[in-house]
């Protein structure tokens, strides 16, 4: 089965609550064609087809449910993961979805994860490389990570289109440089801070193939013990308990890297759809397939291993 993992969906009631809530950057995600109306249904079903897709997970990052204001966080959490469920009841055969979460509020989190997971029955939760302003890595959230694990659950981080809090990095640099930068950062986080180690059976996913990881890997290994040395393993090591989504905007050289560095078999088919769409969509997919690995990598990042890591929880 050919699994994208890096696809997203919004509707015009869920933006709209986030604007009210002092989301002011909605905007972005807006007449692309991401919506759950019949029409862009239709249209994206087709486009899945044109490209060999069978499923997409749908995740509302970076339009997460992060407010300081824990009720608002609350409702729109509980309204984008239903609007999700419904979605997954109407096409069991082309959607899943990774819950979101009422961050950074954790019992709060934990409430809507049990839900989620259980009655609802996602195969993890998604979340942005931070939460206003908070490292993933923050104390607060290992509750959250504690619970996924038990259920060998998958976290999926997206980065949160926040500039990875640079004043350097402007309004047009947020997601062309921003992105990889903020997931490097966040792998970063997650690596120095043990979490891959710690919580073994959770399966986190991250985006882009890792950012600048590839390149950085053998640099991390060589300088951490005297920058870092209280990261509990050796950053390769780490970054190997982890898995990475392809979309790579058709650089062959990149998911070559990737492969290289991190391993081919920690690399899943991902779209980023909306934002790549129409041709950029298929070549999602045909990139991977021309990148000269050898066939039974492309193979497994194709139509493989997403399959084995979503494996649906029981409720």
Same mark, same amino acid.
């Given at each position: 089965?050919?699994?994208?993992? $890096?696809?997203?969906?919004?509707?015009?009631?869920?933006?709209?609550? &986030?604007?009210?809530?002092? =989301? /002011?950057? %909605?905007?972005?995600?807006?007449?692309? #064609?991401?919506?759950? /109306?019949?029409?862009?249904? @239709?249209?994206?079903?087709?486009?899945?087809?044109?490209?060999?897709?069978?499923?997409?997970?749908?995740?509302? /990052?970076?339009?997460?449910? $992060?407010?300081?204001? +824990?009720?608002?966080?609350? +409702?729109?959490?509980r309204v984008v993961n239903d609007e999700y469920a419904e979605l997954v009841r109407r096409f069991p055969d082309r959607f899943m979805a990774f819950a979101s979460l009422p961050f950074?509020? %954790?019992?709060?989190?934990?409430? @809507?994860?049990?839900?989620?997971?259980?009655?609802? #029955?996602?195969? #993890?939760?998604?979340?942005t490389t931070s939460v206003l302003g908070r490292s993933l890595t923050d104390p607060a959230f290992l509750p959250v990570y504690a619970e996924l694990d038990r259920r060998a659950a998958v &976290?999926?981080?997206h980065p949160a289109g926040a500039g990875a809090h640079s004043s350097l990095i402007g309004p047009t640099m947020t997601w062309e440089i921003g992105a990889p930068i903020e997931d490097t950062v966040a792998i970063t986080h997650l690596i120095q801070a043990g979490i891959p180690s710690r919580f073994p059976r959770l399966k986190i996913v991250t985006s882009h193939l890792g950012g600048a990881l590839p390149?950085? &890997? @053998?640099?991390?290994?060589? +300088?951490?013990?005297? @920058?870092?040395?209280? %990261?509990?393993?050796?950053?390769?090591?780490?970054?190997?308990?982890?898995?990475?989504?392809?979309?790579? $905007? =058709?650089? %062959?050289?990149?998911?070559?890297?990737?492969?290289?560095?991190? #391993?081919a078999d920690r690399l899943l088919l991902g779209t980023d759809f909306?934002? +790549?769409?129409?041709?950029a969509f298929r070549e999602a997919v045909t990139y991977v397939q021309r990148s000269g690995l050898p066939d039974q990598d492309i193979n497994a990042v194709l139509d493989t291993t997403a399959a084995e890591l979503l494996e649906r929880p029981k409720p």
């Open positions: 089965m050919r699994i994208d993992v $890096h696809a997203h969906l919004w509707s015009r009631p869920y933006l709209d609550l &986030l604007e009210r809530f002092g =989301n /002011t950057v %909605t905007g972005v995600h807006r007449g692309l #064609g991401a919506g759950p /109306t019949e029409q862009e249904l @239709e249209a994206r079903f087709a486009l899945m087809a044109s490209a060999g897709i069978d499923l997409q997970v749908l995740s509302a /990052t970076p339009a997460s449910p $992060h407010f300081a204001d +824990q009720a608002d966080a609350v +409702q729109a959490a950074p509020h %954790t019992d709060a989190a934990l409430v @809507e994860l049990d839900r989620a997971l259980g009655e609802l #029955g996602m195969p #993890g939760a998604a979340v &976290l999926y981080v390149m950085l &890997l @053998e640099r991390l290994d060589r +300088q951490y013990a005297w @920058e870092a040395p209280d %990261t509990p393993e050796k950053p390769s090591v780490a970054a190997r308990r982890m898995w990475f989504d392809t979309v790579g $905007h =058709n650089h %062959t050289p990149a998911l070559r890297a990737a492969a290289e560095s991190l #391993g909306p934002y +790549q769409a129409g041709e």
